[in-house]
C-alpha cells in the first residue's frame, strides 16, 4: 500500500486539501487534475478532509488508488509553495479520550487502578471547539497555574460503529493522527462539590487539542499497537512510549465504547496517554514553552504555550 497523509492548509484567505508524501505537501485537487488529466471532474472529498473522512467507507479505495496513482508521478507534480499555514486536518465528530491507560502514566498520577478483569476504561469527552492545528499558539487561560501535556495516538473511526467485538474493530478505524491532551490539572478537581473529578473544565479549553499534522490511513500503519510516541518540552524530551503499553488497548477501546453509543465516522479516540507528563515531576506549562508531540508512522505537532490577553 502507498504511504501518504492528507492535511488541510491555508494560503491567504484560502483553506484547501493536501495530499503528503514522505513530509512534501502537494495541493490535492491539482494532484488530481495531473494525475487524471482527461477527468474533468474532481470530486468532492478532494476539497475537504473532514468531508472525505464523513463518507470514508465508500471513498477509500478511490482515495487510495489515487494515491498510488499520484507517487508514479510525483516527479511532475508540483509542492504548495509561497506562504502557507498548515491547519488541523479535519473536524472530530467527536472526541473521546481514555483516562490512566498506562500503567506507568497511572503510577505518576498517584492513580491506583483495578485489575483490568475487574475494570473498564476510563473514557472522558472532550470539545472539538479545542482542536487546533500545528504551529498554533496553546493559550494559557490565568484560571490555571499547573498546564500539562499529553501526547496520544489518535484512532479516527472511518465508518458507524455499535456494539463491535474488538477482533473486528480494525474494520472500523479509517486512520491515524497524533493529538496533544492539553490539561488544566488544578481545574480537574473540585472542592465544591461532592463530585470530585471535572474533567470538562480542565481538558475542553480553547487550543486544549492540537492535532495533526496531517490524517493517515490505517495501511500506513502495520500496527496501531506499535507506535513511538514523543513529546519534547523546549528541545527536552518528556515522554517516550509506545503504544505497545496501553492497558485497554484501541480495539478493545472501541468495543467498549461501541457497547455505549454508536461511533461516527471522523470520530476521534485519544487513546492514552505514556509517562512523562508535568504533573508526574510538578513541572507546568509557562508561555514561550515549545511543545513537540509525535507519532511515529504518522508525524509531528508544534505548538507554543502563549498566555492569554485579557
Not at 471535572?198 to 507506535?227: E, L, Y
Not at 518528556?238 to 457497547?259: H, K, P, V
Not at 505514556?274 to 508525524?299: Q, Y
Request: with cysteine.
Amino acid at each position: 500500500m502507498t504511504n501518504y497523509g492528507l492535511a488541510t492548509y491555508q494560503q491567504g484567505d484560502v483553506k484547501s486539501t493536501a495530499i503528503v508524501f514522505e513530509q512534501q505537501y502537494y495541493d490535492l485537487k491539482t494532484a488530481y487534475r495531473a494525475v487524471y488529466p482527461d477527468n474533468s471532474q474532481v470530486p468532492a472529498w478532494a476539497s475537504d478532509v473532514t468531508l472525505a473522512l464523513s463518507q470514508w467507507q465508500q471513498i477509500s479505495a478511490e482515495v487510495d488508488a489515487f494515491a498510488q496513482a499520484a507517487t508514479k508521478q510525483l516527479a511532475s507534480l508540483t509542492m504548495i509553495s509561497g506562504d502557507y499555514k498548515i491547519l488541523a486536518p479535519f473536524k472530530p465528530t467527536t472526541i473521546f479520550g481514555t483516562a490512566s491507560n498506562y500503567h506507568e502514566h497511572a503510577a505518576e498520577m498517584n492513580t491506583i487502578l483495578a485489575a483490568k478483569p475487574d475494570s473498564s476504561p476510563y473514557v472522558f469527552m472532550k470539545a472539538t471547539s479545542s482542536v487546533i492545528g500545528t504551529n498554533e499558539y496553546v493559550i494559557l487561560p490565568p484560571e490555571t497555574k499547573k498546564l500539562d501535556w499529553e501526547v496520544e495516538l489518535g484512532v479516527v473511526i472511518g465508518k458507524t460503529a455499535r456494539r463491535v467485538k474488538a477482533e473486528d474493530a480494525l474494520d472500523y478505524i479509517a486512520g491515524y493522527t497524533v493529538v496533544n491532551d492539553i490539561s488544566a490539572r488544578d481545574l480537574n478537581h473540585r472542592t465544591d462539590y461532592p463530585f470530585k473529578h471535572d474533567w470538562f473544565r480542565g481538558k475542553s479549553w480553547d487550543t486544549f487539542c492540537p492535532m495533526g499534522p496531517v490524517f493517515v490511513p490505517k495501511s500506513a500503519i502495520a500496527d496501531p499497537h506499535k507506535v513511538k510516541l514523543a513529546l519534547f518540552l523546549n528541545d527536552k524530551q518528556m515522554q517516550d512510549g509506545n503504544t505497545s503499553e496501553l492497558i485497554w488497548d484501541a480495539f478493545e477501546q472501541i468495543q467498549y465504547l461501541s457497547s455505549i453509543l454508536t461511533l461516527q465516522p471522523g470520530d476521534v479516540i485519544m487513546t492514552g496517554t505514556p509517562a512523562g507528563v508535568g504533573k508526574g515531576i510538578g513541572l507546568f506549562l509557562k508561555p514561550g514553552d515549545v511543545l513537540r508531540a509525535s507519532a511515529e508512522g504518522v508525524g509531528e505537532i508544534i505548538n507554543t504555550v502563549k498566555a492569554e490577553q485579557l
